[in-house]
């Protein structure tokens, strides 16, 4: 039984004050008490409960630790409680007290307190209450606050909490009354403020400086009163694995492992190769989260946090902030991007291989190499995407830059008409400030890590408010259907950097679409406000980009039938067959809805995207170099341009002049590149951003290494893959695995982009089984923990209009909402990233008669 009060000195003062009727805890600290929780979570039977404590608890922390903390527990469980005032509750753990220094405290009865007249009524859970309200019927309660001073580390241990301060040693002082007067607790006002009480959050650490918890286990108590106080509330979620899942997945795990040994999951038969992702996925949850997240240390005190703005439970917040309720600032513009594999920072490998020569030898496009599954579409659609997901923040021209030596005899322009120089030069990214000697390598996420649109909405609310109708409108801004421009010629936007025709089409449909939800709102429910119908709105277009990249994009670039059905679980749910139904029931109960019905779930570490999936979506081969615009109407063609002549401030003149509808033909007609070595676009190898002149590729190999991501090797055997012996087991290709004899000394040194682009994917990838296992983890990880794609995706939040929206849209009914003469066009029984149906041209029927 336990005890908190609140002690107020100030709306801006408190201090919580928390107390248990048995002077000590189980646990000496924090190590000991995490791991008797783990030992007891779940345990409801009499074995199971047997199981944790005499087999479970002494295998972690030792026989004699075990043994006296069960003795500790039965001390304080074996007693009947009569009533709660005539209990005494010790707070069991040192606090700092003002100038009297650390001290313990207790509340116990005043005045010789009666104890309850009789046995109690166990039997009534709530005997205890019953005999409180009876008690405050007659007369008050009334307790002294005692406090107990410090004298040695010997007989009161500050750190050890399971150790009693014997009032022999340190008296109880009394310095306190606490009375609670008599009063009829059944009255609506006494039930009402007891309703007030219970949805209160009590911390120790609620307090000030002068006041703060002492002890290892009070430095931990933080982090669990928080957590505690959030489930209660509703703030966060638990989701609990079934035992039957728990004891079959062992075994099958450990010959699913022995099987990879020998035949990869993806040449299993379907059913088998599902299974087999079921676990390989559990295993990098496992294993390949990781909190990169700078805690304080030691914890510090605080002020009573406010509630939770009501607003901020319907509403996507304009920075990213309020998604996880318990943890404001998860996954928020701002937050550190996480990791899913140990960095290994490596400053004297940062120049070696030299990146210019590797991307020379390795990365240079030749020949233009299409990935003839897909459209050029697909290339803006990923683009777009990582708009939405990640940006690292850079150094201002002139500031602090990375300087990449040549090689021999060769020079470079860093900027436009300066002087050939023998480095190449580009601004370095501006990393977050750590404590000690740690490595430069942790860098913040400029856009928020959740999947909310910003790329179209902006990343803060003076954005978001600058892009939307004057006067406070619900639609965003647009000109004769276009996005208006800003004054270097780029349209305003959420994110318009690396700006280029594919994503002017990306970024002016979602604009219309989120004006077109806006209009249906508006006519369903009259008595919206505009600020509510532009948040509902944002959430439908949110939901819907994340339906259509995780049923229609992920399935187009990894065209399988095993990861067609995977993805579709995700968002709706296993297939109807009994045997998929059953291997879930068994295996993975969680999959048996898709994730918008289930609840959030971190498992284990907070959500954050990570450099490793910053990595593998460096997928700039898709772009081509050169692209040709078609009519779509009669297949004329148009022109044909190069990169440089749609981008950038290019982009918007190119799409209006040659109008929506036909850009999406002829980017729905033409391939993007493969994503393999020898292919990276031209265009971007010398490339103009922010005044200055980069190679997009060496950008990439740099960044990469200097981030700290472990090389290839070290990076699909981080992700559970074999390692590689000899560059022969990448590439089957003769001249590639000479060249990369030529740039390398040996396989360990092989940088992670060049291996993601040289590793022969599975049958249908459009890229490599490595970057495939970031992708398993992370793509289900976006859904999964966000509050308005699980739990909050639901009517009430979104609409009935707006649930419906998006689970009946997808790319084809946004591209035909705002281009309808493109229907006949759209690939039949595929998604719209698929290559389109071709207008024959007049003159092209001319020359196959004449030829």
């Known amino acids: 039984r336990g005890a908190a009060v609140r002690v107020t000195v100030s709306t801006e003062e408190h201090h919580d004050l928390l107390a248990t009727n048995h002077p000590v805890s189980h646990a000496r600290d924090a190590r000991e008490f995490v791991a008797f929780a783990k030992a007891m979570a779940g345990a409801t039977t009499r074995l199971h409960k047997a199981v944790a404590l005499f087999v479970e608890l002494p295998l972690t922390v030792g026989l004699a630790t075990a043994t006296r903390m069960r003795r500790n527990i039965q001390a304080a469980t074996r007693r009947t409680v009569h009533s709660l005032a005539a209990e005494t509750y010790w707070s069991r753990s040192a606090i700092l007290w003002g100038e009297a220094g650390p001290v313990r405290y207790l509340l116990r009865p005043a005045g010789g307190a009666a104890t309850a007249r009789s046995d109690p009524e166990r039997r009534d859970p709530q005997y205890l209450r019953r005999e409180l309200e009876t008690r405050l019927a007659r007369q008050d309660v009334t307790f002294e606050l005692c406090l107990q001073r410090y004298v040695d580390e010997r007989r009161t241990p500050v750190e050890d909490g399971s150790v009693e301060w014997l009032e022999s040693v340190a008296p109880a002082v009394p310095v306190a009354t606490l009375t609670i007067p008599s009063q009829d607790l059944d009255t609506a006002e006494a039930r009402a403020a007891g309703g007030r009480v219970e949805v209160m959050g009590f911390n120790p650490w609620f307090t000030t400086d002068d006041f703060r918890p002492l002890g290892n286990l009070n430095r931990a108590r933080k982090s669990a009163y928080e957590a505690s106080a959030a489930h209660r509330h509703g703030l966060r979620f638990v989701t609990e694995e079934p035992l039957r899942n728990k004891l079959l997945g062992i075994p099958t795990d450990t010959a699913l492992r022995l099987l990879n040994r020998y035949v990869p999951w993806h040449k299993l038969p379907v059913q088998a190769g599902l299974l087999n992702l079921v676990f390989l996925r559990k295993a990098l949850r496992r294993f390949n989260l990781i909190d990169t997240d700078v805690y304080e240390a030691p914890p510090k005190t605080m002020p009573v946090p406010a509630p939770v703005d009501e607003q901020l439970r319907t509403v996507r917040s304009y920075d990213g902030t309020y998604n996880d309720l318990s943890r404001p600032a998860m996954g928020a513009v701002g937050a550190p991007f996480g990791r899913n594999l140990k960095p290994v920072y490596r400053p004297d490998l940062f120049d070696v291989p030299n990146p210019v020569t590797v991307s020379r030898e390795l990365l240079h496009r030749d020949t233009f190499l299409p990935a003839t599954s897909l459209n050029v579409l697909a290339a803006a659609w990923i683009q777009f995407q990582v708009h939405d997901w990640v940006n690292h923040r850079r150094h201002k021209p002139g500031g602090k830059s990375v300087e990449v030596p040549l090689p021999p005899g060769t020079t470079w322009y860093n900027t436009p008409g300066g002087p050939a120089e023998r480095v190449m030069r580009f601004a370095?990214?501006?990393?977050?400030?750590?404590?000690?000697?740690?490595?430069?390598?942790?860098?913040?996420?400029?856009?928020?890590?959740?999947?909310?649109?910003?790329?179209?909405?902006?990343?803060?609310?003076?954005?978001?408010?600058?892009?939307?109708?004057?006067?406070?409108?619900?639609?965003?801004?647009?000109?004769?259907?276009?996005?208006?421009?800003?004054?270097?010629?780029?349209?305003?936007?959420?994110?318009?950097?690396?700006?280029?025709?594919?994503?002017?089409?990306?970024?002016?449909?979602?604009?219309?679409?989120?004006?077109?939800?806006?209009?249906?709102?508006?006519?369903?429910?009259?008595?919206?406000?505009?600020?509510?119908?532009?948040?509902?709105?944002?959430?439908?277009?949110?939901?819907?980009?994340?339906?259509?990249?995780?049923?229609?994009?992920?399935?187009?670039?990894?065209?399988?039938?095993?990861?067609?059905?995977?993805?579709?679980?995700?968002?709706?749910?296993?297939?109807?067959?009994?045997?998929?139904?059953?291997?879930?029931?068994?295996?993975?109960?969680?999959?048996?809805?898709?994730?918008?019905?289930?609840?959030?779930?971190?498992?284990?570490?907070?959500?954050?995207?990570?450099?490793?999936?910053?990595?593998?979506?460096?997928?700039?081969?898709?772009?081509?170099?050169?692209?040709?615009?078609?009519?779509?109407?009669?297949?004329?063609?148009?022109?044909?341009?190069?990169?440089?002549?749609?981008?950038?401030?290019?982009?918007?003149?190119?799409?209006?002049?040659?109008?929506?509808?036909?850009?999406?033909?002829?980017?729905?007609?033409?391939?993007?590149?493969?994503?393999?070595?020898?292919?990276?676009?031209?265009?971007?190898?010398?490339?103009?951003?922010?005044?200055?002149?980069?190679?997009?590729?060496?950008?990439?190999?740099?960044?990469?290494?200097?981030?700290?991501?472990?090389?290839?090797?070290?990076?699909?055997?981080?992700?559970?893959?074999?390692?590689?012996?000899?560059?022969?087991?990448?590439?089957?290709?003769?001249?590639?695995v000479a060249r990369l004899k030529d740039v390398y000394r040996s396989v360990d040194e092989i940088d992670t982009v060049v291996g993601l682009f040289a590793e022969n994917p599975p049958h249908g990838f459009g890229f490599s089984d490595t970057a495939f296992r970031i992708f398993i983890l992370m793509a289900t990880r976006r859904l999964q923990s966000d509050r308005f794609l699980t739990v909050d995706f639901r009517p009430e939040i979104y609409t009935p209009l707006g649930i419906d929206w998006v689970q009946k849209g997808g790319m084809n009914s946004v591209l035909l909402r705002h281009c309808p003469d493109l229907a006949g066009l759209l690939p039949r029984g595929a998604s719209a990233f698929a290559p389109w149906r071709q207008v024959q041209a007049m003159s092209d029927r001319g020359e196959r008669a004449g030829g």
């Open 428 to 736: 370095d990214n501006e990393g977050v400030e750590l404590p000690g000697d740690q490595p430069p390598i942790l860098f913040a996420n400029t856009a928020s890590h959740w999947w909310d649109g910003s790329e179209v909405y902006g990343e803060n609310e003076h954005t978001a408010r600058f892009l939307r109708e004057p006067d406070g409108g619900a639609k965003l801004r647009l000109e004769e259907g276009h996005l208006p421009l800003g004054p270097n010629g780029v349209p305003l936007t959420g994110f318009a950097e690396s700006w280029w025709m594919g994503l002017s089409a990306m970024h002016t449909l979602f604009a219309r679409e989120h004006n077109a939800v806006c209009d249906a709102l508006r006519q369903a429910y009259p008595s919206m406000s505009q600020e509510s119908v532009y948040h509902t709105a944002r959430l439908v277009v949110s939901a819907l980009i994340a339906k259509i990249h995780t049923v229609e994009w992920t399935p187009a670039i990894l065209a399988t039938e095993a990861i067609d059905i995977g993805l579709r679980t995700n968002w709706e749910g296993p297939p109807s067959s009994w045997l998929n139904k059953l291997g879930l029931w068994l295996f993975e109960s969680h999959s048996l809805t898709g994730i918008p019905k289930t609840l959030p779930d971190h498992h284990g570490t907070p959500y954050s995207l990570t450099e490793d999936f910053v990595t593998v979506y460096r997928m700039h081969p898709l772009i081509p170099d050169d692209f040709e615009m078609r009519e779509h109407r009669f297949g004329q063609r148009l022109e044909t341009l190069g990169f440089h002549d749609i981008q950038g401030s290019a982009a918007e003149a190119a799409i209006r002049k040659t109008g929506l509808a036909d850009t999406l033909y002829s980017f729905g007609i033409s391939h993007p590149g493969a994503i393999t070595l020898h292919n990276f676009p031209r265009a971007l190898q010398h490339f103009e951003r922010d005044g200055e002149i980069i190679d997009l590729s060496v950008v990439d190999l740099v960044r990469t290494r200097r981030r700290g991501v472990p090389r290839y090797n070290d990076f699909r055997a981080g992700l559970h893959k074999q390692r590689i012996r000899r560059f022969e087991d990448l590439s089957q290709d003769p001249e590639t």
